[in-house]
């Protein structure tokens, strides 16, 4: 199989604190990781793509500041959103690709995020 | 610039009422075409890759299938338990293992 977990799988914060989102591939190795998020009833809104030891690749119009994106290792990336503002509520989703012979992503559960 | 366009955005279908899904799309060159299932509140489940034109993959009561313009996710009989978003992407040739979304089909099938 091909499993990516995310922790927490949901979490309310208050406005100005920092939160972690765990993402880890748990039965392959990824190269690569992304992170997206996704608003009520709309697609999903790449935000980042994270390469194993290297610094993430932000999409235009998203701060990379705001959101740390750290690849540690083959199976591991985290997200942090420092100093959360209520808009910053979302469901954030990750994915991990596979190394060779597969260009298909797998994706984790998701995130829930409330910032009050 | 890649696009992906799926349609209809909904559909409503009776319990057994077979329908296709539509995806097109334009891309400089197609490396792969992705089918995802997205239940509320959840990730998207992977279900098909497809990589060529004639290509068709099945699972259950879908089969997908692929033309050099657009993909087909065929519901053959489908049950209240397929009701869920069903998410397209494209992922172009190259060195950038980043794809192309679609907005997605929402599907409810009523028993």
């Known amino acids: 199989g091909a499993v990516v977990s995310q922790h927490p799988s949901w979490v309310i914060c208050k406005s100005g604190t920092s939160v972690k989102i765990e993402c880890r591939s748990l039965d392959f190795q990824a190269t690569t990781m992304f992170w997206y998020r996704q608003f009520p009833k709309q697609s999903l809104m790449l935000m980042a793509t994270s390469n194993e030891g290297s610094k993430a690749t932000y999409e235009q119009g998203v701060e990379k500041d705001k959101f740390l994106i750290n690849h540690a290792s083959l199976t591991l990336s985290t997200l942090t959103v420092t100093s959360a503002h209520p808009e910053d509520s979302s469901f954030y989703i990750c994915?991990?690709?596979?190394?060779?012979?597969?260009?298909?992503?797998?994706f984790g559960p998701g995130t829930r995020l409330t910032v009050t | 610039e890649d696009q992906v366009t799926q349609s209809p955005e909904a559909l409503r279908l009776q319990e057994g009422e077979s329908s296709s899904l539509n995806c097109s799309y334009t891309v400089s060159g197609l490396r792969g075409l992705f089918w995802y299932r997205q239940d509320p509140g959840k990730g998207p489940e992977f279900l098909f890759t497809l990589y060529s034109a004639g290509e068709e993959k099945e699972k259950e009561r879908l089969k997908a299938t692929l033309t050099k313009k657009e993909s087909f996710l065929h519901i053959t009989a489908p049950k209240p338990e397929d009701s869920a978003t069903y998410l397209c992407?494209?992922?172009?040739?190259?060195?950038?293992?980043?794809?192309?979304f679609g907005r997605g089909t929402s599907l409810i099938v009523h028993p």
């Open positions: 994915s991990a690709h596979r190394l060779a012979n597969s260009y298909e992503q797998y």
């Open positions: 992407a494209v992922q172009p040739s190259g060195g950038s293992y980043i794809p192309t």
